[in-house]
């Protein structure tokens, strides 16, 4: 599958995914859906798409919570350099991943009773 495809089609499952996330699900599965959406969004920028088409798309979701966030992380991937090493790109991706999970973690933890 080439990679923008593969963007494309990673972008509708993971706005479906996370505009279906409903307040009973555990803040593991919040914050999974969230870093999944990240990482799909540093996938993009690493292809080489650019910003505006990205953009284009998060608008598309139909939960706006979710066209929200993935704004949000269009517009941090964007600080990040694009890489050339498929290893590189991968470690790049995870931890962009990570640091959403985490920020998603530490605030829903503060809510959580």
């Given at each position: 599958?080439?990679?923008?495809?593969?963007?494309?089609?990673g972008?509708?499952?993971?706005?479906?995914?996370?505009?279906?996330?409903?307040?009973?699900?555990?803040?593991?599965?919040?914050?999974?859906?969230?870093?999944?959406?990240?990482k799909?969004?540093?996938?993009?920028?690493?292809?080489?798409?650019?910003?505006?088409?990205?953009?284009r798309?998060?608008?598309?979701?139909?939960?706006?919570?979710?066209?929200?966030?993935a704004?949000?992380?269009?517009?941090?991937?964007f600080?990040?350099?694009?890489?050339?090493?498929?290893?590189?790109?991968?470690?790049?991706?995870?931890?962009?991943?990570?640091?959403?999970?985490?920020?998603?973690f530490?605030?829903?933890?503060?809510?959580?009773p």
């Amino acid at each position: 599958m080439n990679g923008y495809v593969r963007f494309f089609f990673g972008m509708s499952t993971l706005a479906w995914l996370a505009g279906a996330v409903q307040a009973e699900d555990s803040v593991q599965e919040v914050c999974e859906a969230h870093s999944n959406l990240a990482k799909n969004i540093m996938r993009g920028r690493q292809l080489g798409m650019e910003m505006s088409q990205m953009m284009r798309i998060s608008y598309k979701a139909e939960d706006s919570k979710v066209s929200e966030l993935a704004r949000l992380f269009v517009m941090k991937a964007f600080k990040y350099p694009r890489v050339y090493d498929n290893e590189i790109e991968e470690d790049v991706v995870n931890e962009f991943g990570s640091a959403a999970y985490s920020q998603c973690f530490l605030a829903l933890e503060k809510l959580t009773p």
